[in-house]
């Protein structure tokens, strides 16, 4: 099956998930879409965020793709029980594989999640969390500095330390927790700058390895794996800044590429009820 897999993205955060991917299933076929136009989507109202994915996830059905990753937090939150729902192809996204990478983590059972307000708004993660173990303490914490940061390119130096400082300072009061769930595709970027301000002691979870894990499971258990040996062609869209998008996309990926490509997407074809 060498239809690709399609990624979506409020912004250029879900790179980090594309990127696993890759590294896990180099045989696939990735086609990338990050709305960054209309980025973050954590301050957005359900219905916006909504809208904005089935829009985004139309563009990707008409690129006849064979699996949906919802690599973003908050479209996963509000979307991903109704895309499972309404699509024929495996759907995914990334808050339970986040959950279940943290559940292993933690010795205290005191877990930090950060992630955008819509996430957080969501008890997503808290749900996910006590759903596996009814013990886990949960401390939730929004930070909506950091996806605008990130977006703008500021990944590390002091400008990037104060405004983790400041958003973290919450969470630096509670000492008895071990595993901090990065619960924005965004975040993993900054981690660095995360892990300074919040401590070694602590052990940051991303969701991109547990996610891509699952992918490939979800593939072969429904024979959709790429046997092709032809090298994959990956595509990635954006609706906003090509030239940021493709600074930070190639500091991810650490190369250079040219199939890079600004995309308007319109009203979706397929809406939601």
Same mark, same amino acid.
């Given at each position: 099956?060498?239809?690709?897999?399609?990624?979506?993205?409020?912004?250029?955060?879900?790179?980090?998930?594309?990127?696993?991917?890759?590294?896990?299933?180099?045989?696939?076929?990735?086609?990338?879409?990050?709305?960054?136009?209309?980025?973050?989507?954590?301050?957005?109202?359900?219905?916006?965020?909504?809208?904005?994915?089935?829009?985004?996830?139309?563009?990707?059905?008409?690129?006849?793709?064979?699996?949906?990753?919802?690599?973003?937090?908050?479209?996963?939150?509000?979307?991903?029980?109704?895309?499972?729902?309404?699509?024929?192809?495996?759907?995914?996204?990334?808050?339970?594989?986040?959950?279940?990478?943290? !559940? $292993?983590? /933690?010795?205290?059972?005191? #877990? *930090?999640?950060?992630? @955008?307000?819509?996430?957080?708004?969501?008890?997503?993660?808290?749900?996910?969390?006590?759903?596996?173990?009814?013990?886990?303490?949960?401390?939730?914490?929004?930070?909506?500095?950091?996806?605008?940061?990130?977006?703008?390119?500021?990944?590390?130096?002091?400008?990037?330390?104060?405004?983790?400082?400041?958003?973290?300072?919450?969470?630096?009061?509670?000492?008895?927790?071990?595993?901090?769930?990065?619960?924005?595709?965004?975040?993993?970027? !900054? $981690?660095? /700058?995360?892990?300074?301000? #919040? *401590?070694?002691?602590? @052990?940051?979870?991303?969701?991109?390895?547990?996610?891509?894990?699952?992918?490939?499971?979800?593939?072969?258990?429904?024979?959709?794996?790429?046997?092709?040996?032809?090298?994959?062609?990956?595509?990635?869209?954006?609706?906003?800044?090509?030239?940021?998008?493709?600074?930070?996309?190639?500091?991810?990926?650490?190369?250079?590429?040219?199939?890079?490509?600004?995309?308007?997407?319109?009203?979706?074809?397929?809406?939601?009820?």
């Amino acid at each position: 099956m060498n239809q690709a897999i399609g990624v979506i993205d409020s912004g250029v955060g879900g790179l980090t998930v594309a990127h696993e991917l890759m590294r896990q299933l180099p045989r696939e076929n990735l086609i990338y879409l990050g709305d960054t136009l209309r980025c973050p989507y954590g301050p957005r109202s359900e219905d916006e965020v909504k809208q904005f994915t089935w829009e985004m996830v139309d563009f990707l059905l008409h690129q006849d793709i064979k699996m949906l990753v919802i690599a973003c937090n908050t479209a996963t939150a509000f979307t991903l029980n109704e895309l499972q729902t309404q699509l024929s192809i495996p759907v995914i996204g990334v808050i339970n594989p986040g959950a279940r990478a943290a !559940i $292993k983590s /933690t010795k205290h059972n005191h #877990i *930090g999640v950060i992630g @955008t307000e819509g996430t957080i708004r969501s008890n997503a993660y808290t749900e996910a969390l006590l759903g596996i173990n009814a013990n886990i303490q949960v401390s939730p914490l929004p930070c909506p500095l950091f996806v605008p940061m990130v977006e703008q390119g500021i990944l590390s130096g002091h400008k990037a330390e104060d405004i983790a400082a400041k958003s973290l300072e919450p969470l630096k009061a509670k000492n008895d927790i071990d595993t901090l769930i990065l619960g924005c595709t965004h975040y993993p970027l !900054i $981690k660095d /700058t995360i892990q300074t301000i #919040i *401590g070694s002691e602590v @052990t940051l979870i991303s969701s991109s390895e547990e996610t891509a894990r699952e992918a490939s499971t979800i593939l072969e258990f429904n024979d959709l794996l790429n046997g092709g040996r032809e090298t994959p062609a990956h595509q990635f869209y954006t609706t906003g800044d090509m030239a940021m998008f493709a600074k930070i996309t190639e500091g991810i990926f650490r190369e250079s590429s040219d199939s890079f490509q600004s995309v308007m997407i319109e009203k979706a074809i397929i809406s939601n009820p």
